[in-house]
C-alpha cells in the first residue's frame, strides 16, 4: 500500500514561519513529481509548488520568494518551507505525488490527506 503523510502544520502568527513534510511510503520505485496543494474555506484546491525528480520547481505566484520545496528522492520526502505568511495563507495543504511508480510498475497519482496551517493577523 502506498500512503502519504503531512506533517508540521499548525497556528502561526503573521510574518511567521513553518516547514511542512510529507513521507509517502509502500513499495515505491520513483515519483516523478511531488508537491504541496492548498484549499481554503470557500476555495478551490489550487498549486502551491512542485518539484519534479530531477530538482526542476515552480511555484504559484503568490508564494513565489517566500516558499521553498525540496524534495529527497532516496527517501520519498517533500518539504515546503514557508517564510513571511500572511493571513491568505491559511489552508489545508495537501501533499501530493505525480507519477508516483510502484515496484510492480503501476502509475499513479497519490494524494496525502491533509494538515491544517492557520496564520493569524
Known amino acids: 500500500q502506498v500512503q502519504l503523510v503531512e506533517s508540521g502544520g499548525g497556528l502561526v502568527q503573521a510574518g511567521g514561519s513553518l516547514r511542512l513534510s510529507c513521507a509517502a511510503s509502500g513499495r515505491i520505485f520513483s515519483i516523478n513529481v511531488m508537491g504541496w496543494y492548498r484549499q481554503g474555506p470557500g476555495r478551490q484546491r489550487e498549486l502551491v509548488a512542485t518539484?519534479?525528480?530531477?530538482?526542476?520547481?515552480n511555484y504559484a505566484d503568490s508564494v513565489k520568494g517566500r516558499f521553498t520545496i525540496s524534495r529527497d528522492n532516496a527517501k520519498n520526502t517533500v518539504d515546503l518551507q514557508m517564510n513571511s505568511l500572511e493571513p491568505e495563507d491559511t489552508a489545508v495543504y495537501y501533499c501530493?505525488?505525480?507519477?508516483?511508480?510502484?515496484?510492480?510498475?503501476?502509475?499513479?497519482?497519490?494524494w496525502g490527506q491533509g494538515t491544517q496551517v492557520t496564520v493569524s493577523s
Open positions: 501530493n505525488a505525480n507519477g508516483l511508480v510502484r515496484s510492480s510498475g503501476y502509475s499513479g497519482n497519490y
Open positions: 518539484i519534479t525528480k530531477s530538482g526542476s520547481t
